[in-house]
C-alpha cells in the first residue's frame, strides 16, 4: 500500500461532508475558481511492525469477489517457473487460478444465479446455466474452480470472469505520521470558518484511521493565488492508519501453502503446511 491510499480516503471523507462547495485535493489551488479549496498531504510517514510476516489475522471465510482477465490468445498462467494451461485443448474448459467459488452470499453451489457470476468475451456476456451448457452458455464447477462453456472460446480477445472466492487472507498495513490539511480561501475570515468544518469532519474519526489528534492549528494569514490576495490556514494532526488488505496468496498459481485447523477436545490450533 502506498500513502495515496491515505491521501485518497482523507480526501473522499472531506469531500463528501463538506460537499461540492469546499474542493478537496491532494494539491494546491491553481486559480480562484478553485476556491475554497482543502489540500491535503502526508509528511514524517514510517510504518511500525504490527505482526510477524506482516499478517497478524488469519484467513476469511465469506464472499470476496475477484476479477480475472484472461487472454484468449495466450490462456496460460506463469507461476514459479511452472506454465499452468487455463484452457484445455477443446477451449471449453477453463480453469480459474483462485480456486473453489462461492456465491455471492458465501454459500457453496450450485445453484449458481445471475449474481453470482458474470463471464464475457469479446462476443458478449454468457448466460449462466447449473445445466450441461449449450451455445453460449457457461456453467460453473463450483468446487473444481472450473467453468465450462456450451462452445468453443475465440482465439483472440480477452474472457473477464467476476466470480467470488471463500477464504482469503488479510494483509494488515499500518501507517504512522502526520496529515496536513493546507485550507485556501477568498479571505482570512472564511479560512477559519473552513477549519472549523475541517476540523469537525475530523473530530471522532474512525477506521481505517485507528488514531487521528490534532497536533497543530496555525494561524490564519495572507497568501496567493493567481497573483491575488487569499486567506491560508493549516491544520495538522497525528495519525496511525490501517488497512486492511484482502490478499490471495498462492497468487493465483499453483498452490504452495495448505491452511489447517486442528482441535483436540476445547483447543484449536491453526497451522500451515508448505505443499
Do not use: K
Not at 478537496?24 to 475558481?33: K, M, N, Y
Not at 466470480?163 to 480561501?185: E, K, S
Amino acid at each position: 500500500m502506498s500513502l495515496a491510499a491515505i491521501i485518497d480516503h482523507t480526501t473522499s471523507l472531506l469531500s463528501t461532508a463538506l460537499g461540492g462547495a469546499v474542493g478537496v485535493s491532494d494539491r494546491q489551488p491553481l486559480s480562484l475558481a478553485d476556491l475554497p479549496h482543502v489540500a491535503v498531504s502526508v509528511s514524517d510517514a514510517e510504518r511500525p511492525q504490527i505482526g510477524i510476516g506482516g499478517t497478524p489475522q488469519g484467513p476469511v471465510r465469506g464472499a470476496l469477489e475477484v476479477t480475472v482477465t484472461i487472454d484468449l490468445a495466450d490462456p496460460n498462467l506463469e507461476s514459479g517457473g511452472e506454465t499452468i494451461a487455463l484452457l484445455d485443448a477443446t477451449r471449453r474448459r477453463v480453469l480459474l487460478p483462485n480456486g473453489p467459488l462461492v456465491a455471492s452470499d458465501g454459500s457453496e453451489g450450485p445453484p449458481f444465479g445471475p449474481g453470482d457470476l458474470t463471464v464475457t468475451d469479446p462476443g458478449g456476456v454468457y448466460a449462466l446455466t447449473n445445466d450441461p451448457p449449450t451455445g453460449r452458455e457457461v456453467r460453473p464447477l463450483p468446487d473444481d474452480g472450473i467453468l465450462e462453456f456450451g462452445q468453443a472460446l475465440p482465439n483472440a480477445g480477452s474472457l473477464v470472469v467476476v466470480h467470488r472466492v471463500g477464504v482469503w487472507d488479510v494483509m494488515v498495513v499500518r501507517y504512522a505520521g502526520r496529515l496536513h490539511l493546507d485550507i485556501t480561501t477568498d479571505d482570512i475570515g472564511d479560512a477559519t470558518t473552513v477549519a472549523h468544518r475541517v476540523a469537525e469532519v475530523l473530530d471522532g474519526t474512525g477506521p481505517p484511521y485507528q488514531r487521528l489528534v490534532p497536533s497543530a492549528w496555525g494561524s490564519a494569514a495572507v497568501g496567493e493565488v493567481a497573483d491575488t490576495a487569499v486567506g491560508v490556514r493549516r491544520l495538522s494532526y497525528a495519525f496511525v492508519f490501517e488497512l486492511h488488505r484482502p490478499t490471495l496468496p498462492t497468487s493465483g498459481g499453483v498452490i504452495r501453502v495448505i491452511d489447517v485447523t486442528s482441535r483436540a477436545d476445547s483447543a484449536t490450533e491453526q497451522y500451515q503446511i508448505p505443499v
